[in-house]
């Protein structure tokens, strides 16, 4: 077979020459295939390289964050208070504690903060007018052994539950010699306590028995109702719910 020849044009790139150098024998349809095929494969390496780079990148974007969040030091924990009221009533007490000791253990990072247990049920400074025991009756009704303590805080003056306790015994609207007063229970010192507060303003004291006081908690305002001379606060203490105490001694005495 006669052997067939090329002749080789202006416009061939230098490359398909070199091809066509090298492949003597071959017409111009066999080199442009030829050409063609290195295009081919020169396409396919670069998206080859591209694509690696590609994952290459992808892999350093999700690792490195990952590691370097591996390596903060975890921030820490912040310790949280809550407060819960003191003891109540002889039931109350261990219902109560028996809570506050769950609490604690069922929840890691809390602390339990107590409230004062006891406190007085006005300014101490304030005047006292009347104090415990023997002395004249004052008024018609009034009494001439006197169960409590007169404070003179003034008119309108708030009055607290000196602890946490259950409201016992309730008058309103003050038909008694106590006029509008409260009593209520509490466990101090692990002795049963019932503290009275008397002669409050008409509509100041909200309470009924069975409620729960908390310690500070204002109970009514200061007033004059019931058997009274003028406006003050008659506060007693009754030792085992019912033996009433000189209210000043005992509170000292407690209050250290």
Not at 118 to 139: A, E, K, N, Y
Not at 235 to 256: C, N
């Amino acid at each position: 077979m006669p052997t067939i020849t090329t002749r080789a044009s202006a416009h061939v790139p230098a490359h398909a020459a070199a091809i066509h150098a090298t492949l003597p024998g071959l017409n111009r349809r066999s080199v442009r295939n030829l050409r063609h095929l290195s295009l081919v494969r020169s396409v396919r390496r670069y998206v080859a390289v591209i694509a690696a780079l590609f994952v290459a990148a992808l892999v350093a974007g999700f690792g490195v964050p990952a590691y370097a969040h591996s390596l903060e030091t975890p921030p820490a924990p912040v310790i949280q208070t809550f407060s819960v009221p003191a003891s109540v009533s002889a039931p109350a007490v261990a219902s109560l504690s028996a809570k506050v000791a769950d609490s604690v253990i069922a929840r890691d990072g809390y602390a339990v903060t107590s409230p004062p247990s006891l406190q007085w049920p006005v300014d101490s400074t304030s005047p006292i007018s009347s104090g415990f025991g023997p002395r004249v009756s004052p008024c018609s009704g009034c009494s001439s052994y006197h169960e409590g303590a007169d404070f003179d805080p003034g008119y309108g003056a708030p009055v607290h539950a000196i602890a946490a306790g259950v409201v016992v015994e309730t008058n309103d609207p003050g038909w008694a010699a106590l006029g509008i007063h409260v009593a209520i229970q509490h466990v101090i010192g692990g002795q049963v306590v019932t503290s009275a507060y008397g002669h409050m303003q008409v509509g100041s004291m909200r309470l009924k028995v069975g409620d729960v006081v908390y310690p500070g908690e204002v109970v009514g305002l200061v007033g004059s109702t019931g058997a009274s001379t003028g406006a003050h606060l008659h506060f007693e203490i009754r030792v085992g719910g019912t033996t009433p105490v000189d209210p000043i001694a005992w509170m000292h005495a407690h209050l250290g």
